[in-house]
């Protein structure tokens, strides 16, 4: 069982940064995939990045890459976003997600989301 909490959502103007920060319960962190997701209002819930369960391994949208960098910190139980050059279309609710295979939107364990606003 893992347990998700993000935070760190907020209101940036474009260009700005925001750094999200997703919170593991659980003794088996370590062991699994991470990824954050995204939803925006009238839309579907769409993948944004991935970690795998060492950090060596890392996978992006088209939409973040090289603006968005996902990281965990296996000793504290943590999954980080650091998003930089954020546009009025990155605003959605973040998800943090987590899997002992492939993360996806159908994975077992989600947090509660935080909310990122971009104002133009």
């Known amino acids: 069982q893992v347990q998700l909490v993000e935070s760190g959502g907020g209101l940036v103007q474009a260009g700005g940064s925001l750094r999200l920060s997703c919170a593991a319960s659980?003794?088996?962190?370590?062991?699994?995939?991470m990824g954050w997701f995204r939803q925006a209002p009238g839309k579907e819930r769409e993948f944004v990045a991935t970690?795998?369960?060492?950090?060596?391994?890392?996978k992006y949208a088209d939409s973040v890459k090289g603006r968005f960098t996902i990281s965990r910190d296996n000793a504290k139980n943590m999954v980080y976003l650091q998003m930089n050059s954020l546009k009025p279309e990155d605003t959605a609710v973040y998800y943090c997600?987590?899997?002992?295979?492939?993360?996806?939107?159908?994975?077992?364990?989600w947090g509660q989301g935080t909310q990122v606003t971009v104002s133009s």
């Open positions: 997600a987590a899997d002992r295979v492939e993360v996806t939107t159908s994975s077992t364990y």
């Open positions: 659980g003794r088996t962190f370590s062991s699994y995939g």
């Open positions: 970690i795998s369960w060492s950090g060596g391994s890392t």
